[in-house]
């Protein structure tokens, strides 16, 4: 690399992952067992922690307050998004939808030390998922169909009947649980394979080194329930063009993270296509909404 012409002896700064860039509110920097980081994205974070008793484990979403924000619109935002995601959970749930189940929530967080008008954000428990997303389990998937299906010099992109009849079912599932939660007239917003996850069946799955929640690493099975998560672009909607985009920003994601499975996407559509009364209208807007993502892609 070439030295800067600017600043000769700068040096970047390179941030661990395996530290938050924020502070825990109260009471979370004061208990025995501290809440385990899991990621971190530009609104929140989210830890591994505790609800009531040290076996009862649960997921902790927090908001940490922006301060480049000011500290009133700050607040008023991460109340409005804290809540509207709750909310959208506890509907969720209440219709049937696979979803994690909401604990308890702070949408206020307690004061900074030396700022009494900035707040320490807010933050929301979670039911705790013990498994894997989509995204990790079908990437050990097709590493494990990889190496078993070696041909030659030359990567197979088939596999076994048996092996790939256990994507197309894991295919209809996701597709079974999105028409659900459109059914109900819940929009997610963010549909990735990173968003939705499989959980565990098998009670002896997702445990390594006696933490819950980490797949074991020679895990390739596709098997359990899909659950969504994160809802914090979620919005409530009846039209089928946002739910038609919903399907698209999916599609996209399989094209893009999974090319060797996209094959396997119109699975999702058939299984939404029969999930719902009103599927069919939202799978030919979809039609649209792809022409017109052409279209936008040839012009630029």
Known sequence: MEDSSVFPDFIPIVTSLSKPLSVLPSPFNYIQDPPRLITQGAEAVLYQTHFLTSAHVCALKYRPTKSWRHPALDVRLTRHRI?????????CRREGVSVPGVLSLDWEGGEVAGQTDRRSGGWMMMEWIDGDTVRNALNRWLNASNTSFKDGAK???TTKAGSEETAVELMRKIGYAIGRMHEIGIVHGDLTTSNLMLRNTKSEMGFEN???????????SLDGDVVLIDFGLATQSVQDEDKAVDLYVLERAFGSTHPTVEKLFNEVLKAYGLSYKGALVVLRRLEDVRMRGRKRSMLG
């Open 83 to 91: 809540l509207s995601e709750a909310r959208t959970l506890v509907r």
């Open 155 to 157: 990567w197979c992109d």
């Open 210 to 220: 006696g933490n819950p929640g980490l797949p074991t690493v020679d895990d390739t």
